[in-house]
């Protein structure tokens, strides 16, 4: 399966863009390029999803490099509320499903 | 509108005991995943669902575990003969086909003493 880096932590300030970087240079042609988070002591939350092409919808922008091997995930402007381990996962496509292989993710830090 | 709902919320064990954790997806949802969470780890996969039938049950990591969804809704999975290294947070995911994205429940978190 194909596998992702990402930095252990970051830290933005409160009403701050936030790029959170993914490196993924193994990745194969049909991997889709997946954001999820997960907020203190509850379940992984879907961000957004992509496979060429930029992607925007109301909670990020995902940004996907031209040869695909990095994506930045786009918080535009951070809250409180964005404080979570932020998971980039490519889909491990099997005849049987798209399990989520996550990693260990980044760590946000939002300061007031 | 109702989520992914998982029960018991907490659950405590003795070493030895069996336990069942319930999963209720979001209604109408034909893929169902189990995965299981270690402290300060990303979730790993356990095993996954197209209604009732199980398709892929590669993540289970010894045959003291088993997973059903007899009438392809609710789910439970099952730990037999717990031990100490089965503590950990177990999620549940549905999503309305298999390539949709994944909607999660807050987990039942197992404690074996």
């Known amino acids: 399966d194909a596998k992702t880096t990402q930095p252990n932590s970051m830290e933005s300030n409160e009403e701050e863009p936030v790029h959170l970087p993914c490196n993924h240079s193994?990745?194969?042609?049909?991997?889709?390029i997946h954001w999820y988070r997960q907020l203190p002591s509850q379940g992984p939350e879907y961000v957004i999803h992509?496979?060429?092409s930029n992607v925007n919808n109301r909670m990020a922008s995902l940004a996907i490099a031209e040869d695909r091997k990095s994506s930045t995930l786009i918080l535009h402007r951070a809250t409180l509320r964005d404080a979570a381990v932020y998971y980039c996962?490519?889909?491990?496509?099997?005849?049987?499903?798209?399990?989520?292989?996550f990693g260990k993710g980044t760590s946000l830090l939002v300061t007031p | 509108g109702a989520g992914v709902s998982q029960s018991p919320r907490y659950k405590v064990a003795k070493r030895g005991q069996d336990v069942a954790l319930r999963c209720d997806p979001i209604s109408g949802h034909v893929s169902l995943f189990w995965y299981q969470q270690a402290l300060g780890q990303g979730p790993e996969f356990l095993t996954y669902?197209?209604?009732?039938?199980?398709?892929?049950k590669s993540g289970l990591p010894s045959d003291r575990f088993f997973a059903e969804r007899p009438e392809g809704s609710v789910s439970t999975l099952k730990i037999q003969r717990t031990q100490q290294e089965d503590s950990a947070v177990y999620l549940c995911?549905?999503?309305?086909?298999?390539?949709?994205?994944?909607?999660f429940g807050d987990g039942t978190r197992l404690s074996i003493l």
């Open positions: 995911a549905s999503s309305l086909v298999w390539s949709q994205p994944q909607h």
């Open positions: 992509g496979l060429t």
């Open positions: 996962i490519l889909n491990r496509n099997s005849n049987s499903g798209y399990a989520l292989n």
């Open positions: 193994t990745i194969s042609g049909t991997d889709y």
């Open positions: 669902f197209q209604n009732e039938a199980q398709l892929d």
